[in-house]
């Protein structure tokens, strides 16, 4: 049932001259829940032997427990902002991707929590890399930003790892006030000309942006009105482009009024129709 117990004991190695296989890291319980799991119809996974289980069947290559333990972690899992980043890294290794993008996505919902567990800090570079190249992180970005230094300042990276990291922060959403009291004069940045620049060009630019998260900024929310007998509205979209809409449905002249509501742009007043609207 074995594919490990068969190269060991058929091909040219001591386990198979001996006929003595060493496995330090499974308890005599463990194996011998795995046996009767594999040679009777029986299910003996719970609470505090299923990670150690999946362990041993993950080298053992027995997959028909491992699934024994795949179905108990669907149905008993529960994970919170302290033991997501454990179940992440764990089931990623024992490749239960469903799992494992389960934890991922509890961890990018509730990142606020997660910050406040210290846990942000044990992130790998690539863990926080992908946290960070979610587009529907729903905390405000000045969390994400609280998060980045923290781990900078406990992790102290190279200036090029500094550089990627912040090429992937919305800054153009980060608090002014929490940008300058928190982020630019901190040592790692303010030597790093690279990231520097990206605040001052942001900072620069960042004069019609009001939403504060990733989450509510995904729709474009910028117009612009042309007067030219009609009101030629163009829409700033969500992919970083400039569409042109159509005309106003009427002319209410110069000095008119517009605003957004429900994904629409309202014209109303204006010196030739005082009381006209349109949408």
């Not at 997660?114 to 405000?140: R, Y």
Request: charged share 25%; net charge negative.
């Amino acid at each position: 049932m074995s594919s490990y117990f068969r190269a060991m004991l058929t091909s040219d190695m001591t386990e198979s001259r001996t006929g003595i296989l060493n496995l330090p890291t499974v308890t005599v319980s463990v194996f011998q829940d795995i046996l009767k799991m594999s040679l009777c119809p029986v299910d003996l996974v719970n609470e505090d032997n299923c990670v150690k289980i999946l362990d041993a069947c993950e080298m053992m290559q027995f997959d028909d427990v491992k699934d024994l333990c795949h179905r108990y972690l669907k149905e008993s899992l529960v994970i919170n902002a302290d033991n997501c980043l454990h179940w992440w890294r764990l089931l990623n290794r024992y490749n239960v991707l469903d799992l494992s993008n389960r934890a991922v996505s509890y961890l990018t919902e509730n990142l606020t929590d997660f910050v406040e567990t210290e846990n942000i800090v044990h992130l790998s570079k690539t863990e926080l890399l992908e946290t960070l190249s979610k587009d529907d992180l729903k905390c405000k970005e000045d969390v994400i930003m609280k998060s980045v230094m923290k781990w900078i300042e406990r992790n102290n990276p190279d200036v090029n790892d500094v550089t990627r990291i912040f090429d992937m922060i919305r800054i153009d959403l980060v608090d002014a006030k929490f940008l300058n009291a928190n982020v630019v004069f901190s040592k790692l940045i303010s030597e790093n000309n690279s990231v520097q620049q990206m605040i001052k060009d942001v900072t620069l630019s960042k004069l019609c942006t009001r939403s504060t998260s990733r989450f509510d900024s995904g729709r474009g929310n910028v117009f612009v009105l042309h007067y030219k007998k009609t009101s030629l509205l163009s829409c700033f979209t969500s992919d970083g482009t400039w569409e042109d809409a159509p005309p106003a449905p009427v002319d209410p002249g110069y000095w008119y009024s517009a605003a957004s509501l429900n994904n629409k742009i309202y014209i109303t007043g204006g010196g030739s129709r005082r009381k006209s609207a349109g949408q």
